[in-house]
């Protein structure tokens, strides 16, 4: 999936040091019930802190739970991934696919500059240094997608009561 339109990652047995890094860097993670992620870096002489690891994970799950598995290298299991909000939720390994058919049907019905333009204002709000700066970044935001032609289709459809038809911007 591209970029703008957001990213997922359905996740099944082991993902381990890189893989981890690419799980961790999706918009979104399902998991399979086999699932468990470590950062292996640690268990063979190296850092933890590589391929984005030290940036999303904190973010992800907090300080303490980051601690804890990047500095042991420990596995974090499925249904603990959920309970610590590192993956949006927990399948059957054999419904993955199915599990993410509504997530993407969810994304596919949001404007494409709607989907960037979000995505971008809670990467920065993230790390902003205040409520005055978030803010600014979605003030920007708003503006920018108020005048595209999709924010005009969408409001038509709403209106209408009917599903928006966006186009590429």
């Known amino acids: 999936m591209e970029e703008s339109w957001g990213s997922r990652q359905l996740v099944h047995g082991p993902a381990c040091g890189g893989g981890f890094a690419f799980a961790l860097a999706s918009d979104i993670r399902i998991a399979g019930d086999s699932a468990r992620m470590n950062a292996a870096f640690i268990r063979i002489g190296l850092s933890s802190c590589d391929m984005g690891v030290s940036y999303f994970l904190p973010r992800l799950v907090g300080a303490s739970i980051a601690s804890e598995l990047m500095l042991t290298g420990r596995f974090i299991q499925a249904q603990r991934a959920l309970a610590v909000g590192l ?13 993410a058919q509504p997530w993407v049907d969810d994304l596919l019905n949001a404007s494409p500059m709607g989907l960037r333009m979000t995505k971008e204002g809670l990467n920065m709000a993230i790390d902003a240094g205040s409520l005055e700066a978030a803010m600014a970044i979605e003030n920007r935001n708003q503006l920018m997608t108020a ?23």
């Open 87 to 99: 993956v949006a939720e927990v399948v059957p390994d054999d419904q993955l696919e199915a599990a």
């Open 147 to 169: 005048g595209s032609k999709n924010f005009a289709e969408g409001m038509r459809a709403f209106l209408e009561k009917r599903k928006p038809e966006y186009t590429p911007e």
